[in-house]
């Protein structure tokens, strides 16, 4: 059965990087914050049948450390086929370097968990066809962006019904030095009920089994592989149901560009699942 399951998931693979003809859509945004004063841009890719008329759903694809809005788009040139294959609109968000996609409880300039959560989806839907309720919108990323997407659709159930990771920061609290964490939260040593409050692993209370459907993937070789397996098996305590997808692979776009083609499948299969008849 195992083997079946993979070989459909290469044809499927096949089908998103070959199929001629596609005319998917990808436009750079000025999107406004008004919890932050400003302007951010974002790429957003509409499907071939966007002009159809029929609202879509959306997936939200967060970047990582270091990275912005044109990371996905600029790495993973299949991105709008498989847009076209899975008939949904991909909207590509800028975290800012190292947002961590938290409202900064040390930074009030860096309010990105109420940007994408909040002012980003409601731009989005009054732009585009879209289906405006959660059943019509998921959320995933890497690396931070991996963070982001889960910390944000745990909090924000009401907006995200589904939501991914990879190779994702889900445990932030073994990592007090690097990537501009502290800028955000302050210092672990100081501040160390701020970290354990935005971690990832530690907000699993606020899951019910069927809450949320998720997908989580990283590599064997990843300095996040130990943290991902510890969600995993936290999730498993809880019975929370959940894709875990681990294979060799280390923190790179190589892996990245074969993980997202998993993950957006899972999200059609989602969409698909929950469609209003």
């Known amino acids: 059965m195992l083997a079946i399951i993979r070989a459909l998931v290469i044809v499927s693979f096949v089908l998103v990087f070959n199929q001629p003809g596609q005319a998917s859509k990808i436009d750079t945004v000025a999107t406004t914050s008004a919890s932050m004063n400003k302007t951010i841009k974002a790429v957003v ?4 049948s966007y002009a159809d ?3 879509l759903p959306v997936l939200y694809l967060l970047h990582g450390y270091g990275g912005n809005y044109s990371d996905w788009p600029k ?4 991105l709008g086929k498989a847009a076209d294959t899975y008939q949904m609109i991909v909207v590509c968000p800028d ?5 961590w996609y938290f409202d900064s409880p040390a930074d009030p300039s860096f309010r990105y968990e109420t940007y994408v959560a909040d002012e980003l989806v409601s731009w989005v839907d009054n732009h585009y066809k879209t289906i405006k309720n959660r059943s019509g919108r998921a959320i995933t990323g890497l690396s931070m962006g991996g963070h982001g997407a889960l910390y944000l659709a745990f909090r924000h159930q009401n907006v995200f019904g589904a939501a991914g990771s990879m190779s994702g920061g889900v445990d932030i609290r073994p990592f007090p030095n690097n990537w501009d964490m502290a800028k955000r939260l302050g210092a672990y040593s100081q501040f160390p009920e701020r970290w354990e409050q935005n971690t990832v692993i530690n907000l699993l209370y606020l899951l019910t089994p069927g809450a949320l459907s998720l997908i989580i993937d990283c590599g064997t070789e990843d300095f996040f592989f130990r943290v991902n397996n510890n969600l995993h098996e936290k999730l498993l305590e809880r019975n929370i149901a959940h894709d875990y997808i681990t294979r060799p692979g280390a923190h790179n776009w190589t892996y990245w560009n074969n993980a997202v083609i998993y993950q957006m499948l899972f999200m059609r299969t989602y969409f698909d699942k929950h469609a209003i008849k």
């Open 45 to 48: 890719i509409t499907p071939d």
């Open 53 to 55: 008329g029929k609202e």
């Open 75 to 78: 790495k993973v040139a299949g």
């Open 95 to 99: 975290g800012n370097v190292g947002s």
